[in-house]
């Protein structure tokens, strides 16, 4: 915050004439500075920067990074326009610089959250229990983030399931505020399977939390750490009491203005891409340029989703609608080319506009795998309470993947961002695909 105040009273120092410097002077540069800083600081705040650990991978510190600088420059330019300088200084320099100082402070903080030693930016997490749901928060633990280490599993005095193996267990007996401060614990993540009969020690942590140890439930822990929830952890009522899960007026009203606006640049720029795309697919083998499947979106509504075809025309010949698979035979060259580009996804821009899809939101499935898929999963119904998406954020946060397991994984991400859309996630959703896309990760 401070090197943005400086940054732009240097600017304005530099354009000054020094018998002119005064209160005046002063007053007007802090004044914008301390605005463009506090606007800089919720962005950055926001999107994780000020975390003391990060959970996300160095791409998605790397897209958000980019992400900031934009939105940084757009509060710049937002200040000196709502509260212009004197005519004698000239604004654009003095935006530049003070974008020149916010892009060295992102890339000094993404380059150190890289290089420095895992021992300082480690958080220390306790597991509260020894069972399924124990074993499972530990998974996830040591597979989700280099920045977190696992201390290890307390047992319950009450706890009748152990699936986590003895050496796991930490100091059966002693006192969960002593363990808890002899190991450094920095959170303690309570994954019981059965919480009645005095199973936590309400008192033990409550001091544990006191003494600024963070203490979360289990959903509670998969939502906030890895930005899903899970199907085993979260509840009905989890669901229904907590907070979320917002489809007011405004917020569906300011998403579609988003969607119309953002469609229209998209199908400006790619227009080209589009056209050129139309012709290589109608050279290298015969039948539609594009095709139409019926998919299921808003309130369970099916619709017609427009893709680039991708694949034969005779994929699905026996009328069995299939999963696509790594290495699909089916797909052809040019296909394999444009999908793991994504640019087969682009004529869905046209169906944003129409207003059947969004650009960000759980992707659209077909209505032969949800009917077994609503059967089969708890609250997969859910995902169809806002519009499908173009892209979203389980396809940022998930490999590519084609099956009933694969759907489960991506359905978790789905309740998050149901739970949790905003038109500032829907930001960090589309400048990530565009990561995604970059490096082709997770395309078949």
């Known amino acids: 915050m401070g090197l943005v105040v400086g940054a732009l009273m240097l600017a304005l120092f530099i354009q000054s004439n020094p018998a002119l410097l005064g209160a005046s002077v002063i007053t007007e540069g802090l004044t914008r500075g301390v605005l463009m800083a506090l606007g800089m600081l919720a962005v950055n705040s ?10 996300k991978t160095t791409g998605q510190m790397r897209a958000r990074a980019v992400l900031s600088f934009v939105l940084s420059g757009g509060i710049a330019v937002a200040v000196l326009w709502l509260l212009p300088l004197e ?7 003095v935006a530049l610089i003070v974008l020149g100082t916010t892009g060295f402070m992102l890339t000094h903080r993404v ?38 280490e ?42 019981l399977s059965e919480r009645r009969g005095g199973s936590m020690p309400m008192r033990e942590l409550l001091d544990c939390k006191l003494q600024g140890v963070r ?107 299939k999963w696509a698979t790594a290495a699909d035979s089916r797909v052809t060259r040019v296909g394999r080319i444009i999908r793991k580009l994504r640019i087969d996804e682009l004529p869905q821009l046209f169906g944003v506009l129409k207003g059947d899809m969004s650009l960000v939101g759980p992707r659209p499935e077909r209505p032969y795998f949800v009917d077994q898929l609503t059967q089969d999963i708890p609250f997969y119904a859910v995902r169809h309470s806002v519009k499908p998406g173009v892209t979203g954020w389980a396809q940022v946060s998930y490999q590519y993947g084609a099956s009933r397991e694969d759907t489960i994984e991506k359905l978790q991400y789905d309740l998050y961002y149901v739970k949790n859309h905003s038109l500032f996630l829907d930001l960090v959703v589309l400048f990530e695909t565009i990561g995604v896309v970059l490096t082709g990760k997770g395309a078949q």
């Open 111 to 148: 380059l150190v959250g890289e290089m420095l030693p895992k021992s300082i930016t480690r958080r220390k997490v306790l597991v509260y229990g020894t069972g399924e749901r124990a074993q499972m928060v530990g998974k996830s633990l040591t597979h989700s983030s280099a920045n977190v």
């Open 215 to 321: 203490v979360s439930d289990i959903a509670t822990y998969f939502e906030q750490n890895l930005g899903q929830i899970r199907l085993e952890s979260a509840s009905a009522g989890w669901l229904i009491f907590g907070e979320g899960f917002n489809q007011g007026f405004l917020r569906t009203t300011v998403k579609r203005l988003f969607d119309i606006a953002g469609a229209l640049v998209l199908i400006a720029v790619s227009l080209p891409l589009m056209v050129l795309t139309a012709l290589v697919i109608k050279l290298e083998s015969r039948g539609p340029v594009l095709y139409r499947q019926e998919r299921v979106g808003l309130n369970s509504k099916t619709f017609s989703v427009v893709k680039f075809r991708s694949m034969r025309t005779d994929a699905e010949k026996d009328g069995v609608p």
């Open 150 to 191: 696992l201390v290890g599993y307390f047992a319950s005095p009450n706890e009748t399931e152990h699936k986590v193996t003895s050496w796991a267990t930490l100091a059966p007996g002693e006192r969960l505020n002593d363990l808890v401060q002899r190991s450094g614990v920095d959170e303690i993540v309570v994954a």
């Open 87 to 93: 005519p004698s200084y000239d604004a654009k320099w």
């Open 46 to 55: 926001a999107l994780g920067f000020y975390e003391r650990t990060r959970s």
